[in-house]
């Protein structure tokens, strides 16, 4: 949601502050705009819809000359993605641009009381209030109009300013939305997250929440929230430049499910020493293990999926009571958390605000707080007792494919770890879990390797209206992602069911014709799977199983099938899932959705 970018160098900055907006384009928009400063003067280009459309406007940026400049995309909250609406916001007298993401809380209050001191406000954002406090403020002193402005400011937001009396200099500000430093050779960057800074340098400064920057081409100066200026460590980032692009394929979310066997292995492989489970600088003694009555697994989406499915192995394994729950519901609700509650929260992004402030609750409950989280630095990460990183990689499709199975992949880990430490599972069972888990990045690849006809299978079913998923125990939890994948990419209603709950109500909706995928996976049940089929059948439903490779009784009971490739009962909604994300890709394709970037989605959604 909302994208931020910021250059100070020797270069245009025009044309680099749209690379960068490009790059942060999958976080989700509706308009754009960019400010330079040249001269003593700042020229500001908005546009609505699409980048293209400021790209063509200011001539790829030549039309704004200058070598300093701010950028943003605009993800609609306070008022419609209008021009006027649209960031940077100028001060009447050009002397200030700003861009921000976030949400300033008491942007009513401080509207009427700077319409009061004689500020004409031009668009209902939010973000109008700030320009104008600088302009309130500044009486030649940038930094300390910067800090009066702020500690006006209630809410969340990460800011970035420039001044036309301050010559290649920009401000960056953070309070609880992302902002990153980009030190390159004289030249200094900010933006939303790395993916905008990793093509110029990758080298960078985690801001935290509270902490404001001064970035000039040779230097950047963080100071607290106190103006004192602080050391901050530069980090190195791990991933170049082609991991954030396309790489040949037509959308990222095809790279990023083919991405999975690799993605897959960075997860587990580090984390496997000797046939031992090593969870990184995680330490949990079986003592502390055993003070631990119940654990809390919160998310949001695919993330609260993949909690879904730790839940269901995680209390197998480990015999102790395991809840997934949705983050903005637990935030709200009084929960009963406390210091015997372990509470894992899990994240792709690490910036999503339910799932930050279920994560605050929780540790003012005094629960201990372990994060299962993709991006490195993220508020998540920083906030949680102890974290894990899923090791992705850059996941830049809106749908998340890799982000979801590395984090079950990760949550299966911790889990078996879990379970031997409490010694609820001997060296045996422990050895095939061990193996299983790390034969995924393989089988992963068979998942995809096994479902050529999937493309196949899309141009027969696409035009259905509504469909159902199907499923029982892990089955279940992976219906919960199946059906999410389909509807928010190709924009057709689907509903995830426990396939044994159909017949309590939901049954009544199934007639000729009307798709049902049944995953039938989980062997154990997969002849209650085969009732469930059968009652669907016989009301006229058509049927797409996910069955095990090698499983020829599917065949008698489904019209179609696709084949997820054998593996360790609890580990199958990893595997089963590809095909389904497959399916989900290529329905998308068919209906002609625009499937990196679904209407109305944004990759980060970081305000509630
Ligand atoms: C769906 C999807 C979303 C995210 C959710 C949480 O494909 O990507 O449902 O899973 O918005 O995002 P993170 O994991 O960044 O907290």
Not at 63 to 88: E, K
Request: a negative charge; glycine letters at 8%.
């Amino acid at each position: 949601m909302c994208g931020i970018v910021g250059f100070t160098g020797s270069q245009d900055a025009g044309p680099l502050l749209l690379e960068g907006l490009k790059r942060l384009e999958y976080r989700g928009y509706d308009s754009a705009g960019i400010a330079v400063q040249s001269g003593g003067v700042i020229r500001a280009a908005k546009a609505s819809g699409h980048l293209r459309n400021l790209c063509e406007q200011t001539h790829d940026g030549a039309d704004l000359p200058g070598v300093c400049g701010i950028g943003h995309t605009r993800w609609a909250t306070h008022g419609a993605p209008t021009v006027t609406n649209a960031h940077p916001h100028l001060s009447d007298d050009g002397v200030f641009a700003v861009v921000h993401n976030g949400i300033i809380e008491n942007y009513a209050e401080l509207r009427e009381e700077l319409q009061g001191r004689g500020f004409v406000f031009h668009s209902e954002t939010d973000t109008e209030v700030v320009v104008h406090l600088l302009d309130c403020y500044y009486k030649g002193d940038l930094k300390a109009a910067v800090m009066k402005t702020v500690s006006r400011l209630n809410g969340s937001y990460a800011l970035g300013v420039v001044c036309a009396d301050h010559p290649g200099e920009l401000i960056a500000v953070k309070s609880a939305s992302p902002l990153i430093l980009g030190v390159g050779v004289g030249e200094s960057f900010f933006a939303s997250d790395v993916t905008a800074l990793v093509g110029h340098t990758r080298n960078v400064i985690y801001l935290e929440d509270g902490e404001f920057a001064s970035l000039t081409p040779d230097r950047i100066t963080v100071f607290d929230c106190a103006g004192r200026e602080i050391n901050k460590t530069i980090s190195r980032v791990v991933w170049d430049v082609e991991a954030a692009e396309k790489g040949g394929y037509e959308h990222f979310m095809l790279k990023e499910i083919m991405e999975q066997p690799r993605a897959l292995k960075a997860a587990i492989e580090p984390r496997i020493k000797d046939g031992r489970i090593v969870l990184d600088g995680v330490e949990l003694t079986a003592e502390q293990l055993r003070n631990i009555r119940r654990v809390v697994i919160t998310a949001c989406g695919s993330a609260y999926h993949a909690g879904c499915v730790g839940r269901y192995i995680m209390e197998e394994l480990c015999r102790i009571p395991v809840e997934a729950e949705v983050a903005s519901e637990l935030r709200y609700r009084n929960p009963l958390i406390g210091q015997d509650t372990l509470v894992i929260v899990i994240s792709q992004s690490g910036e999503t605000a339910d799932t930050i402030a279920a994560l605050k609750e929780c540790k003012a409950r005094g629960a201990r707080t372990l994060a299962i989280v993709n991006v490195v630095g993220s508020t998540v990460a920083k906030l949680a007792d102890d974290v894990l990183y899923t090791w992705a990689g850059p996941e830049i499709a809106v749908a998340t494919t890799k982000g979801y199975t590395t984090q079950v992949a990760v949550l299966s880990l911790l889990s078996v770890y879990m379970a031997r430490k409490l010694e609820r599972i001997g060296e045996e069972r422990f050895g095939e879990l061990v193996k299983g888990i790390c034969s995924l990045p393989e089988r992963c690849q068979r998942a995809i390797d096994l479902n050529t006809h999937v493309g196949y299978l899309a141009k027969r079913y696409h035009n259905n209206s509504s469909l159902f998923f199907i499923g029982r125990n892990l089955d279940y939890a992976a219906c919960l992602e199946a059906s999410l994948k389909l509807k928010e990419i190709s924009y057709i209603h689907s509903e995830a069911y426990a396939a044994g709950e159909l017949k309590h109500g939901t049954i009544a909706l199934i007639d000729e014709g009307r798709l049902v995928v049944a995953l039938c996976c989980y062997e154990a049940l997969f002849d209650k799977l085969v009732s469930n089929i059968k009652e669907v059948k016989a009301r006229g439903a058509k049927v797409l199983a996910v069955a095990q490779e090698g499983n020829r009784h599917i065949f008698a009971e489904a019209d179609d099938v696709l084949f997820a490739p054998a593996i360790d009962p609890l580990l199958v909604p990893i595997t089963e899932i590809v095909p389904l994300q497959l399916f989900a890709y290529y329905v998308a394709k068919e209906n002609g959705c625009d499937i990196d970037k679904p209407k109305n989605l944004a990759k980060s959604v970081t305000v509630e």
